[in-house]
T-cell receptor, first 113, second 118 residues
Framework: GESVGLHLPTLSVQEGDNSIINCAYS??????FIWYKQESGKGPQFIID?????DKRQGQRVTVLLNKTVKHLSLQIAATQPGDSAVYFC????????????FGAGTRLAVHP | GAVVSQHPSRVICKSGTSVKIECRSL??????MFWYRQFPKQSLMLMAT?????????EQGVEKDKFLINHASLTLSTLTVTSAHPEDSSFYIC??????????????FGPGTRLTVL
């Protein structure tokens, strides 16, 4: 289904700590998932993606975990930095071709020094 | 990486006027582009899929006569908000997918357009 108009929850962490941001997706047929970072007044920026044939993918300081059984994604950010402060969205889609993205509700990450 | 631009970045207009927002893929061709709307502290809501050379596909609940989409070339899609009202005030974002063999089908987002209707 479409993302509902909920106000963003906030995750507050101390600089240097690890952050875990969670997301539930809606369509069991979705086979491609992406995490985006959005800073205030800007468009979403790609962070990391994962296909449904995987359950874990690592990037630089970030890891995405996928649990298809419960339709759940998580984004782990290691050694969180002040520059990581932003809103994070997961998105789901069907791979192959020009398929639309359906965004999750989003989480605001606030990193405190 | 691929770049998508939007113009204008912000616009203020009077109620009842129409506003046109442009979305351009600067270094790649996009036969499909997507338009999203984002209200403050909320997620991106897909409005429509813009198709080059054919009619746009609108999501349920989006009025096609109010949000006119024209995808006249492989690098430009426009969204016109007709007879804008204060409730149309929002952040409008476009995206364009870039398909490349053997890699992810990544969508590149524009920087957004802030529309304020007085």
């Amino acid at each position: 289904g479409e993302s509902v108009g909920l106000h963003l929850p906030t995750l507050s962490v101390q600089e240097g700590d690890n952050s875990i941001i969670n997301c539930a997706y809606s369509n069991s047929a979705s086979d491609y998932f992406i995490w985006y970072k959005q800073e205030s007044g800007k468009g979403p920026q790609f962070i990391i993606d994962i296909r449904s044939n995987m359950d874990k993918r690592q990037g630089q300081r970030v890891t995405v975990l996928l649990n298809k059984t419960v339709k759940h994604l998580s984004l782990q950010i290691a050694a969180t930095q002040p520059g990581d402060s932003a809103v994070y969205f997961c998105a789901e889609t069907l791979s192959g071709g020009y398929n639309k993205l359906i965004f999750g509700a989003g989480t605001r990450l606030a990193v405190h020094p | 990486g691929a770049v998508v631009s939007q113009h204008p970045s912000r616009v203020i207009c009077k109620s009842g006027t129409s506003v046109k927002i442009e979305c351009r893929s600067l270094d790649f061709q996009a036969t499909t582009m997507f338009w999203y709307r984002q209200f403050p502290k909320q997620s991106l809501m897909l409005m429509a899929t813009s198709n080059e050379g054919s009619k746009a596909t609108y999501e349920q609940g989006v009025e096609k006569d109010k949000f006119l989409i024209n995808h006249a070339s492989l690098t430009l899609s426009t969204l016109t908000v007709t007879s804008a009202h204060p409730e149309d005030s929002s952040f409008y974002i476009c995206s364009a997918p870039l398909l490349a063999a053997g890699t992810r089908n990544e969508q590149f987002f524009g920087p957004g357009t802030r529309l304020t209707v007085l």
